[in-house]
């Protein structure tokens, strides 16, 4: 029999007890991804269990988000207050401590089946129990584990009482709720009054959950603004020319999607400067001028974009802000496709009806359905009424239900059509996650603005198998962008794992977003990648000749740009792809995989790199750009920062020395250089020295942290003042 809830309450304790008589010793926990994790709610259940070795807890989850812990020394000195004032009391995950500690108790399991990027490799018992699955699947895949428990943080609305909003979370929760029966889920939620309210899907009936916990603050865990590197910028710009005027839009979260939302952006909005800058970097030489005229452009946006992304990063915010998020999607698939050929507008006119009778649009006869969907969208002023002979109008007169007849049709538009189509979307996405001022634009929106931005299910956005026909009618021009890490010279990506089966991060949706990309008409797949990393202080190729394991399979490979340009490998031959991949290939390993092409019979020994792309280097891009960091047209940080003026030529001076620092012969040089300064610069630094709390240093450590400082500080000066002049 069911245990019956209390409707709320503020007591911890109260909760845990009704679960332990509603669920016994075997409780299988599902939890939002990111920012909708009711942290207090979940800490409590955790240390429950670790009390109790007779229960057993399985915590079913993704993208599990604490706080950085800083290091010692001058990172620790440099982090320390920036992190109080970013993430203040954010009430930390307990089980994510006792991972990094290797104490989780033999009576829990912790399942993730997306991590936060590289957090969770080498920790033996996350990546035991990582949960390989398309987000897609994986509300199926919780319920087939038997998930008998769902906590969620959640919004209020004093307007709504008898309503909650899943705010950022509805991905997984509103699949889950429909596969598995009610009397087999307990559901708790926990109110978050910083939440956005976000309606529609996203919006859930209080009645709906078993407890709702009141009196739990819990402030939003808001992702820093960090700086976009030069590779990034580049990378950014090549894509913003490859979407569409009147398309759509996924693109994910970090440095890669803010370069590439700014360049939409300043295509936009600054066009003279955007072309300046596509001249500046020949642009022409490195994305395909037939490419970009076929499936994108350079101008502004007339028509502008919809998006349909599993993430809500704050780059759409940006997009909307500008101007470009601004095609409006209706859900019905007819009248899309009319909006779409431009046979009909938003601003319905005298003859819209009329155009909507011409293009089989309308019934003959009206029934209360059809009046009810024609009122949901606009087309029909509300307090229409109808039956099999009359369609009853607000002011009280009526008309013959034949919509056969003219002058029916006529007197319908003249007294009961709707002045603009409603319940239009400029989004759906599953999930949202970025900076504070992400939340606070938000949460500074009226509710009208709010419901252009549909929260959904992951179901959804993902997939074209909510209702087909209409996906493809709110998604024509799709670009799907996603960022990669590693990429075989004959297209295959490989994005989740290492070769030796270390899992970085997850699927999550990219596969079923290129998947996507082929099978809707005019889309395109845009796999991002930095062309090298840096490992153990040496440049490695993230292009390789051959890789152990694939995310995107080499059939589905489609568009790749790197800061080196886009190699479109499309219908292309194994050749082709190796030599377009080549191109877009840093220079330094060029040769090296020409060869392994050669060698294995996939390239003519005759074919060589083309002399415009054998000078792709680091140096290139920083030459190529700098013209445009003289101009204010790109930016360290585009779209604003959340660290102070000294804080921003703190973390250069820290990275330089960091970057220089990772040898004991070359940290021996940089100790020598600073102790060689004597604090010659110190008094020009005495505001970030002070933020560090090395403005006058007590013992000897001190002494040199301060030189150090001054020299990171003198030498990124001299770097940065080389890029801007």
Same mark, same amino acid.
């Given at each position: ?337 009319? /909006?779409? =050929?431009? #046979?009909?507008?938003?601003? &319905? %006119?005298?003859?819209? @009806?009329?155009?909507?009778? *011409?293009? $089989?649009? !309308? ?39 034949? /919509?056969? =007849?003219? #002058?029916?049709?006529?007197? &319908? %538009?003249?007294?009961? @059509?709707?002045?603009?189509? *409603?319940? $239009?979307? !400029? ?62 010279? !004959? ?235």
């Amino acid at each position: 029999m069911r245990s019956v809830a209390p409707e709320t309450t503020a007591q911890l304790d109260d909760c845990l007890v009704w679960l332990r008589q509603r669920l016994g010793d075997h409780w299988i926990m599902g939890a939002p991804l990111g920012l909708g994790k009711p942290n207090h709610l979940v800490n409590a259940i955790y240390r429950y269990a670790c009390a109790d070795p007779s229960l057993k807890l399985e915590i079913f989850t993704a993208l599990s988000l604490n706080p950085p812990k800083p290091a010692s020394g001058l990172k620790q000195r440099f982090l320390q207050p920036f992190m109080q004032r970013q993430f203040g009391d954010y009430p930390r995950l307990e089980y994510l401590a006792d991972l990094d500690r290797k104490a989780v108790p033999g009576n829990i399991s912790i399942n993730e089946f997306y991590f936060r990027s590289g957090t969770r490799l080498r920790d033996a018992h996350a990546q035991r129990h990582y949960l390989s699955s398309n987000y897609t699947h994986v509300a199926r895949d919780m319920a087939a584990r038997g998930v008998n428990l769902l906590v969620q943080m959640v919004a209020t609305d004093a307007g709504r009482p008898d309503h909650l909003s899943l705010s950022c979370n509805p991905d997984v929760s509103l699949e889950l709720l429909r596969r598995v029966p009610r009397q087999s889920l307990a559901y708790v939620v926990q109110v978050n009054e910083d939440l956005p309210y976000m309606g529609g899907d996203a919006e859930i009936r209080r009645d709906e959950t078993d407890l709702v916990l009141l009196d739990q603050p819990q402030r939003l865990f808001a992702v820093p603004r960090m700086p976009v590197a030069g590779a990034d910028q580049m990378i950014g710009l090549h894509v913003s020319q490859l979407i569409a005027d009147g398309g759509t839009l996924q693109l994910g979260i970090g440095s890669l999607g803010d370069a590439v939302s700014y360049f939409t952006c300043l295509r936009h909005e600054n066009n003279a400067a955007y072309q300046q800058l596509l001249r500046d970097v020949n642009a022409d030489q490195r994305v395909s001028p037939n490419l970009r005229e076929a499936i994108g452009g350079t101008r502004p946006f007339e028509r502008g974009l919809y998006a349909a992304s599993e993430m809500f990063m704050e780059g759409f915010l940006h997009l909307y802000q500008a101007g470009v998020l601004k095609r409006k999607v209706y859900d019905d698939a007819a009248l899309q496709h009319l /909006l779409n =050929q431009g #046979v009909l507008g938003e601003n &319905l %006119a005298s003859d819209s @009806l009329e155009v909507l009778w *011409q293009q $089989g649009w !309308l019934p003959r006869h009206l029934n209360t359905a059809d009046v009810r969907r024609m009122t949901r969208l606009g087309v029909l002023q509300p307090g229409v009424e109808c039956d099999q002979n009359l369609i009853r109008l607000a002011d009280g007169s009526h008309i013959e239900n034949d /919509l056969t =007849q003219a #002058v029916n049709r006529h007197q &319908l %538009a003249q007294h009961a @059509l709707g002045k603009c189509l *409603q319940g $239009g979307a !400029l989004m759906h996405a599953a999930f949202f996650l970025g900076s504070q001022w992400m939340y606070d634009t938000l949460n500074g929106m009226s509710q009208q603005q709010r419901d252009l931005f549909q929260m959904t299910g992951v179901e959804r956005v993902n997939q074209l198998y909510h209702g087909e026909a209409m996906d493809r009618a709110q998604r024509p021009h799709g670009r799907f962008i996603n960022t990669t890490m590693k990429l075989t010279l !004959l297209g295959a990506a490989a994005s989740d794992q290492l070769e030796h089966g270390q899992v970085v991060s997850g699927v999550g949706g990219q596969y079923n977003f290129v998947a996507m990309a082929h099978a809707l008409d005019q889309a395109r797949s845009i796999l991002m990648l930095r062309s090298h990393r840096l490992s153990g202080g040496r440049a490695v190729s993230n292009i390789v000749w051959q890789f152990p394991h694939a995310t995107i399979p080499r059939h589905l490979r489609d568009l790749v740009v790197t800061e080196y340009g886009v190699a479109d490998l499309r219908s292309a031959s194994d050749e082709e792809v190796i030599q377009r991949v080549l191109c877009i290939t840093d220079s330094r390993w060029q040769e090296s995989l020409r060869q392994q092409a050669v060698h294995h019979g996939k390239l003519h020994p005759a074919w060589e790199v083309p002399p415009a792309f054998r000078n792709n280097s680091p140096q290139w891009v920083e030459q190529s750009l700098q013209a445009g960091y003289l101009s204010g047209a790109v930016s360290d940080f585009p779209f604003g920062s959340d660290f102070t003026p000294e804080e921003l030529q703190l973390t250069q001076a820290l990275r330089y020395l960091a970057s220089h620092g990772l040898t004991h012969f070359s940290r021996a040089g940089l100790v020598l250089a600073a102790l060689g300064r004597r604090g010659r610069y110190a008094g020009k630094w005495q505001p970030a020295l002070d933020r560090m709390g090395l403005l006058k240093p007590r013992t000897l450590r001190e002494r040199l942290d301060r030189r150090l400082i001054c020299l990171g500080l003198h030498s990124t000066q001299a770097a940065s003042a080389g890029k801007k002049h």
